[in-house]
C-alpha cells in the first residue's frame, strides 16, 4: 500500500541507521523528514505534520520518550503513528515507549521486511481511521474515493453478542487476546471463531498447545457435521500439534508436531509450514484465521522477552499474509500482571470473559482502529 504522498519522519543520531531506514523507505516510495537529534525531531514534525514518526530512544538535546510525550501532548498528534527504533530492548524501556504514547517497538538489529511490514500495517490504520472518523463527522463528501474503499474491514468472530459489541465484527487482521479465569469458555469462543471461518470457506489455523489434535477435531467434527478432515484435504484447514510437547504424548502421525523440547525458532518454523499449506503465507497471501490454544505454556516455560519476541513476529505476519485474524488464548493467573501488560502491548484488542453465578459472561476491554461496547453480556449456547 505503499504511497508517495505519505510522509515519514526519521530521527535517529547515527547516519547509517539514518540513511539505511530512509533508503529502504524512498524506495517504497515514501517521503522520508530526517532529524539527527531529538530536539530537531519535534520541529521539523510540528513544521511537516508527517503520517509517521520512527524515532531512537538516545539522541542529543532530548530523547526518543521526550519525542513521544511531547508530540503526543499535541492534539494534532495524537493519532499518528509512532514507532520506536531502538538498541535498548529491556522491558523497562518498552513499557516507558508505549506509555508514552507509541505504537511499536522494534530493537536493533532490526530486520528490514518487519519494519517494512510494520510501517505499512500502522499506516493502513492510520488511513483506514481518518476515513471512519470523517464518515463519523458526516464529511463523506471530502474523502477521496480511494481512501472510502479503505474502510476497515470486519470479520464475524463467530459469537453473536461479541460481534454486537463490536458494531459489526473483529477488525480484518487483527491479533485478539482472549483472556480469562479458567472454565469460562475460552476454547469455545475459539472454536467457534474457527468454524466460522471453516463454514465460509475461510483458510484456518489451529495451534494445538493444550489439547490434542484428536480432540479439536473431534469437537470441530461435530459442529460441522463433517469430518473436520475433508477441510484438511482442501488445504482449508491445518492443526499445529505443540500438544506434544506440552503434554509429552507424541502423535507420530501429525504433519505439523513439535517432538521433544520446545524451541520457539523451531516452533516459528512449523507454524510457517503450516500457513504455507493452507495459503498464509508472503507468497499466497489468502489470509484467513489462527488461534493459539492456549499460549499460558510458552509465557511460563520461556523468558518473557523470548515469548514476547515470539508472539510479537507471529502477530506482525497479519498483513503480509493477507490480512489475517488471530486469537491469542491467555488463562488468568497464569502469569503475572506485569508480563499480562507486556503481552497486551503486541495486540490489537483485548477481550475477556468471566462466570457469575453459573452464567458466561464476554466483554471487549480494549480494540484498536474501532468503537466499541464495554458492558459485560452473557454468552448464550449460540454465542
Not at 522520508?32 to 520541529?43: D, K, M, R
Not at 457435521?225 to 500438544?243: G, N, P, Q
Not at 508472539?311 to 506485569?338: D, H
Request: with cysteine; net charge negative; charged share 25%.
Amino acid at each position: 500500500m505503499s504511497d508517495s504522498s505519505f510522509k515519514i519522519l526519521i530521527a535517529d543520531d547515527e547516519p547509517n541507521i539514518l540513511m539505511l531506514t530512509s533508503m529502504m523507505l524512498d524506495d517504497l516510495g515514501y517521503k522520508t523528514i530526517l532529524a539527527n537529534n531529538g530536539a530537531q525531531a519535534i520541529e521539523k514534525a510540528l513544521q511537516e505534520f508527517p503520517d509517521m514518526i520512527i524515532t531512537d530512544i538516545v539522541m542529543p538535546e532530548k530523547d526518543g520518550f521526550e519525542v513521544c510525550k511531547t508530540l503526543r501532548e499535541n492534539k494534532d498528534f495524537a493519532d499518528v503513528p509512532i514507532i520506536i527504533l531502538s538498541a535498548i530492548g529491556d522491558e523497562f524501556n518498552k513499557i516507558t515507549g508505549f506509555e508514552g504514547g507509541a505504537d511499536d517497538y522494534i530493537t536493533k538489529p532490526f530486520n528490514l521486511d518487519e519494519l517494512k511490514s510494520r510501517v505499512e500495517t500502522l499506516l493502513m490504520r492510520r488511513q483506514e481511521s481518518k476515513v471512519t472518523a470523517a464518515k463519523e463527522n458526516k464529511e463523506v463528501s471530502n474523502v477521496k474515493k480511494d481512501e472510502e474503499t479503505s474502510e476497515i474491514q470486519r470479520i464475524s468472530s463467530g459469537i453473536k453478542v461479541l460481534d454486537q459489541l463490536l458494531g459489526g465484527g473483529l477488525p480484518k487482521g487483527s491479533n485478539i487476546l482472549l483472556t480469562g479465569p479458567l472454565g469460562t469458555g475460552k476454547s469455545s469462543l475459539g472454536r467457534k471463531f474457527i468454524l466460522e471461518g471453516l463454514h465460509n470457506k475461510e483458510r484456518c489455523m489451529f495451534v494445538a498447545i493444550d489439547d490434542s489434535p484428536k480432540l479439536i477435531r473431534d469437537k470441530l467434527s461435530q459442529s460441522l457435521e463433517i469430518d473436520v478432515k475433508e477441510h484438511e484435504d482442501l488445504d482449508l484447514f491445518s492443526i499445529v500439534d505443540a500438544y506434544s510437547w506440552s503434554s509429552g504424548a507424541s502423535e507420530k502421525n501429525e504433519k505439523f508436531r513439535i517432538d521433544g523440547i520446545l524451541d520457539l525458532n523451531q516452533f516459528s518454523m512449523i507454524i510457517s509450514d503450516s500457513g504455507l499449506s493452507i495459503g498464509q503465507s508472503i507468497q499466497s497471501k489468502l489470509g484467513g484465521r489462527r488461534m493459539f490454544d492456549s499460549i499460558s505454556s510458552l509465557l511460563v516455560n520461556f523468558d518473557l522477552s523470548m515469548a514476547q519476541r515470539f508472539l510479537s513476529q507471529l502477530a506482525r505476519t497479519s498483513l503480509a499474509f493477507g490480512m489475517v485474524n488471530t486469537i491469542f488464548v491467555l488463562e488468568e493467573g497464569t502469569v503475572s500482571e506485569y508480563v499480562l501488560n507486556n503481552i497486551k502491548y503486541i495486540m490489537d484488542g483485548v477481550i475477556e470473559t468471566k462466570e457469575k453465578d453459573g452464567q458466561m459472561y464476554i466483554r471487549v476491554a480494549s480494540m484498536k482502529w474501532i468503537n466499541f461496547d464495554r458492558d459485560w453480556v452473557k454468552i448464550g449456547n449460540n454465542g
